[in-house]
């Protein structure tokens, strides 16, 4: 298992998984970071600073950037995956040859696949040729990359099958400035991570519009009346949705300037095409994709989610984002609690 200042693999050079290598550095990891784009591992390398993702963040001399996949997977424990969703399973596909047994693996990659409306760690259990070769968690929480790499306390949690497993991991990433907490509803963890982007879309939406805060709160709130609904049907714990990976997240993206999602709904709401506003973006706005996983996903499950099936339509059936507040506002009236959700919390 993990060795304490030791060595780890972190997968994909974003500006979160720059970040992540960058608390591992701070706490005495000697960390390879495997960077996709060659012209940017040359940058890192010769500069030790991401100018594609975090301009003007100097990166520790214990990061080390490669552009070899395997030379960053083989022979680790400790690898962290960081991906796009949409990339992901490729890319997990290519690290199978080069991995320990008994790897802990950590992904920090917010998305479901939109085929096979997995989460990331299902997409494992999937391509895995034995289940138990390595340990997998998840990262997740209120945490915008620019802020946690310049040491602004943060809270986040992690959260796998095994307590000492994810205790391990917490170990590992806790610093002074970046508190983390275990869970062992993984499952829950996941799809609050993916679903809040698509409800930021909706918030950002909704404040390029015009509308107040008012709006805003409501849609919050009942946005996260449909993560709960969609993850207790799906084995989570509800109060898994009260906590860091839940409404702290919610509350991170559908309001801070930083929120790539709230970026892209505000844009939406003003009128803006989407593939206008997706051409001039270098990151990934993960709710975007996401939205059609849910769309499928909701329909599989038989939940209801109006906010997410009104941002499907938005995004992918070219409805007007006013039109979709309006439809939201005038469906049939009904009681605020999900009875579903209130009894297993009893």
Not at 122 to 135: F, N, Q, S, T
């Given at each position: 298992?993990?060795?304490?200042?030791?060595?780890?693999?972190?997968?994909?050079?974003?500006?979160?998984?720059?970040?992540?290598?960058?608390?591992?550095?701070?706490?005495?990891?000697?960390?390879?970071l495997?960077?996709?784009?060659?012209?940017l591992?040359?940058?890192?390398?010769?500069?030790?600073?991401n100018?594609?993702?975090?301009?003007?963040?100097?990166?520790?001399?214990?990061?080390?950037?490669?552009?070899?996949?395997?030379?960053?997977?083989?022979?680790?424990?400790?690898?962290?995956?960081?991906?796009?969703?949409?990339?992901?399973?490729?890319?997990?596909?290519?690290m199978?040859?080069?991995?320990?047994?008994?790897?802990?693996?950590?992904?920090?990659?917010?998305?479901?696949?939109?085929?096979t409306?997995?989460?990331?760690?299902?997409?494992?259990?999937?391509i895995?040729p034995?289940?138990d070769l390595?340990?997998?968690?998840?990262?997740?929480?209120?945490s915008?990359?620019?802020?946690?790499?310049?040491?602004?306390?943060t809270?986040?949690?992690?959260?796998?099958?095994?307590?000492?497993?994810?205790?391990?991991?917490?170990?590992?990433?806790?610093?002074?400035?970046?508190?983390?907490?275990?869970?062992?509803?993984r499952?829950?963890?996941?799809?609050a991570g993916?679903?809040?982007?698509?409800?930021?879309?909706?918030a950002?939406?909704?404040?390029?519009?015009?509308?107040?805060?008012n709006?805003?709160?409501?849609?919050i709130?009942?946005?996260?009346a449909?993560?709960?609904?969609?993850?207790?049907?799906?084995?989570?714990?509800?109060?898994?949705?009260?906590?860091l990976?839940?409404i702290?997240?919610?509350l991170?993206t559908c309001?801070?300037?930083?929120?790539?999602?709230r970026?892209?709904?505000?844009?939406?709401?003003?009128?803006?095409?989407?593939k206008?506003?997706?051409?001039?973006?270098?990151m990934?706005?993960?709710?975007?994709?996401t939205?059609r996983?849910?769309?499928?996903?909701?329909?599989?499950?038989?939940?209801?989610?109006?906010?997410?099936?009104q941002?499907?339509?938005?995004l992918?059936?070219?409805?007007?984002?006013r039109?979709?507040?309006?439809?939201?506002?005038?469906r049939?009236?009904?009681?605020?609690?999900?009875?579903?959700?209130?009894?297993?919390?009893?």
């Amino acid at each position: 298992m993990i060795q304490p200042m030791g060595r780890a693999g972190v997968i994909g050079a974003g500006s979160w998984g720059t970040t992540l290598a960058s608390v591992l550095a701070d706490n005495g990891y000697d960390v390879d970071l495997w960077v996709f784009e060659t012209d940017l591992f040359e940058i890192i390398r010769d500069s030790c600073e991401n100018t594609f993702y975090l301009p003007g963040c100097r990166l520790d001399s214990r990061i080390t950037p490669h552009n070899d996949l395997e030379r960053v997977v083989r022979g680790q424990t400790f690898l962290v995956m960081v991906v796009p969703s949409h990339v992901y399973r490729h890319v997990a596909l290519r690290m199978i040859p080069f991995l320990e047994e008994g790897t802990l693996l950590v992904s920090a990659t917010k998305g479901i696949e939109n085929d096979t409306l997995l989460t990331m760690s299902g997409i494992w259990r999937d391509i895995l040729p034995a289940e138990d070769l390595v340990h997998l968690l998840c990262l997740s929480g209120p945490s915008f990359a620019r802020e946690v790499i310049r040491r602004i306390p943060t809270a986040i949690t992690v959260a796998g099958d095994r307590i000492e497993v994810a205790r391990e991991a917490q170990q590992a990433f806790s610093t002074p400035y970046f508190r983390v907490y275990t869970s062992l509803d993984r499952i829950g963890v996941e799809l609050a991570g993916a679903l809040k982007n698509v409800i930021a879309l909706a918030a950002g939406a909704c404040d390029g519009l015009g509308f107040g805060h008012n709006t805003r709160a409501a849609l919050i709130t009942r946005g996260l009346a449909e993560i709960t609904r969609l993850g207790v049907r799906m084995g989570a714990h509800p109060l898994t949705f009260s906590g860091l990976s839940g409404i702290g997240d919610l509350l991170l993206t559908c309001t801070g300037d930083l929120s790539r999602n709230r970026t892209v709904g505000m844009q939406l709401g003003q009128g803006r095409k989407l593939k206008d506003i997706l051409g001039e973006m270098r990151m990934v706005a993960e709710g975007v994709k996401t939205a059609r996983s849910v769309h499928a996903l909701g329909r599989r499950m038989g939940v209801d989610m109006p906010i997410c099936e009104q941002v499907y339509k938005v995004l992918y059936e070219d409805k007007n984002a006013r039109e979709a507040v309006r439809d939201l506002m005038d469906r049939d009236l009904k009681h605020e609690m999900d009875l579903e959700y209130t009894c297993q919390v009893d």
